[in-house]
């Protein structure tokens, strides 16, 4: 009779455990809701036109056509393809997203393009009155010398102007409107 009693608790034991298993297992995890942060980075999708200009020391300041085509990777993160001419039969072609990390609490980003051989990773977040996102990061400088690299970002609802920095020093400023035909849609 105890080795009934004992085998039938012993299987009542492991039954619960192995329904309860099994019903947490079979449970949906919460999907995350987006912020704030996220539903202003999807505010920037759309086509944008505007200048590129590098500042060298000894080069005279020439503004180039470019574009940045910006879409939604779902509710979190947006994508960049931003393209500007180099020179004749040349093209600069950058990608990257950009999104919120709510656990970090700051903005992270990617970027590659087609004239280096680094991956960037950015981080980043606004200034206290919440005008301007700085995103920093480090990479190779045009004489292949790692760097800390940073931009600041002025954005409002149909224009943006990044300015880029190299150790401080301001080496190049984007410069962008809404494209009309977004606005159309």
Do not use: C
Not at 160 to 181: C, H, P, Q, S, W
């Amino acid at each position: 009779m105890k080795k009934t009693l004992l085998a039938t608790l012993i299987l009542t034991v492991a039954g619960s455990a192995v329904f309860a298993a099994t019903n947490v297992w079979n449970q949906q995890p919460e999907m995350p809701k987006p912020g704030a942060q996220h539903k202003a980075l999807q505010q920037t999708v759309g086509t944008w036109e505007g200048t590129i200009t590098m500042f060298m020391p000894g080069v005279p300041e020439m503004p180039m056509p470019a574009k940045d085509v910006v879409t939604s990777s779902g509710p979190f993160w947006v994508h960049s393809s931003f393209t500007t001419p180099m020179g004749p039969g040349m093209e600069y072609n950058g990608f990257g997203y950009t999104g919120y990390d709510p656990i970090a609490k700051e903005y992270v980003g990617t970027w590659m393009d087609n004239v280096g051989t680094t991956f960037s990773v950015m981080k980043g977040n606004h200034d206290k009155e919440g005008k301007v996102l700085t995103m920093t990061w480090t990479a190779p400088n045009e004489m292949g010398v790692m760097t800390e690299m940073s931009n600041e970002t002025v954005r409002t609802k149909n224009a943006y102007t990044m300015t880029f920095f190299a150790n401080g020093e301001k080496n190049m400023l984007i410069d962008m409107k809404r494209a009309v035909e977004a606005d159309s849609k």
